[in-house]
């Protein structure tokens, strides 16, 4: 998603806004600009492309004496990623930076006499502004913004002011506070070298920022903000010597389900009971979806709850059947993912109980759920996540083995890390697999049951950080119809774990492997017939997923790496996706 930075203070911004914007390409952008102001003039200078060129240009500039900035990385939703279309874009007196999506820009734009620019929503709703400016900059912004449906973070600029502003609805914006300069930002990450405190943004807010105060309005009336110490250490940012994000991510596994899981195995009545529940909805996008896929498998089999697993995106559309006693699971590790927020806002206008499984504890999905289970993963820079993921399939494995009311999780779990920690460490193996499978374009997972939904999250760690087309499939499925594209030497990877069903899933492996696939095993027996085999300890089925996923972690990391991608910026893709 776009990334917005913004600075007032004692020193020119340009620094501060460039090296904010870098520290936000995780987001994924195609394009970025900044907008330098003093009492004269407002300088912009947009780019197309990676962060760099706009550096070049910035610094082949002359550029005006400045005090205050905004600057922008666009994610291209209304209009390509052009020049042109990239932000801050100005109309008359107003100068605006956006994240999110404006849906009713085309009345809008009808409505105004004004000779757009760009194909943008952004432009559409800095002219919104600048028609209702006559002096007041709170008062613009407050009437802009009731006239606008959809999702926004601004920082905008205005002609005759020496002030930043910022107001949002949906997109997250923090405002960081320091000694005689003040900021704006998506998120944390923007500032964290510069101040470690700041001030949450909410709905309906609008922040006027100058070198030495920050105001927060709302409702025209100026009101009072807690100022929050962030907890993120500069050096839990940097690479700590790993090539990539993601690797580092994946070797913090060990130490983080550790972590994660001490004080419920120390006191188990910190586990909601959800035995309490007559049906229980688990909703969530991506990668979190797959990890409720894992935590329905196992609350279904081991405990007897009726659990549905929906994609967010479907759920907040579709009809849904609320039994009177329904609790709802948000899987996110952001929490600001705009499908699962809607989920979970329906969820809550039908009077559903709401548990949010989350590792950002200021996200909206975090403050507006009933309860929170914070997965302590830090901060996931990589986009694809990996740690955030395999911790959500921990809590899972917590929250079934609670409500099978079993109760000696100790021993269950005491050998985990060091399992998880000798998988890592067998990378050779991985590396292996990875020299058999790169330059191939269709790869398949199958498995059934849990399998089947740890073959979910492999294919989609493997396509989106390496760029080859995969596909999960239930194993019993593959034969009505997509066994056609098997051919001789195509990857099908066979997940088995679960012994009720593991012959089963061996025949369908037969299946394919009689139709000339390379087959990788992946399973916690060995399974006679096949040299490409990854086998991993044995552990109780409430845990076990944990054992697995992490070796199609690193095989999709290592096919990325010999395919020369952008790791931890996969093409196309955000960290967080805000927007519909
Ligand atoms: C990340 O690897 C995934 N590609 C992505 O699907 C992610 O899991 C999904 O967008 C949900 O994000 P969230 O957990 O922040 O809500």
Redesign the pocket.
Known sequence: MCGIVGYVGKHNPKDFLLEGLKTLEYRGYDSAGIALKNNEETQIIKSVGKIKFLEEKVNNSLLIDSKIGIAHTRWATHGAPTENNAHPHCVGKVTIVHNGIIENAREIKDKLKVNFNSDTDTEVAAALIDYYYDGDEISAISKAVTELTGSYAFGILFEDSDKLYAVRKGSPLIIGINDKENYIASDITAIINYTNKYILLEEGEIAVLSAELVKVFKDGKEIKKDVIIADISAEAKSKQGFDHYMLKEIMEEPMLIENTLKPFVEDMSLIPDLKKYSEIHIV?????MYAGMIGKALLEEKASIRVICEVASEYRYKKVLYDKNTLVILV???GE?AD?IAAMRKAKEEGADTLAIVNVKTSTIARETDKQIFIEAGPEIA???TKAYILQVAIFGLLAYKAASLNNLADEVKKLPRYVKEILDNRDLYLKIANEIYKDNDVFFIGRKTDYAICMEGS?KLK?VSYVHSEAYQAGELKHGTISLIEDGTPVFGIITDDDIRDKTISNIEEVKSRGAKVIIVSNKKVPGYDMEVIVPKISEFFQPILVVPCLQLIAYEVAKLRGCDIDKPKN?AK??TVE
Do not use: D, F, I, K
């Not at 969530?284 to 979190?288: E, I, L, T, W």
């Open positions: 969530a996008c991506g990668s979190a996110s590790q952001s993912t699962t986009v694809a996540t989609l989106e893709l967080s996706v």
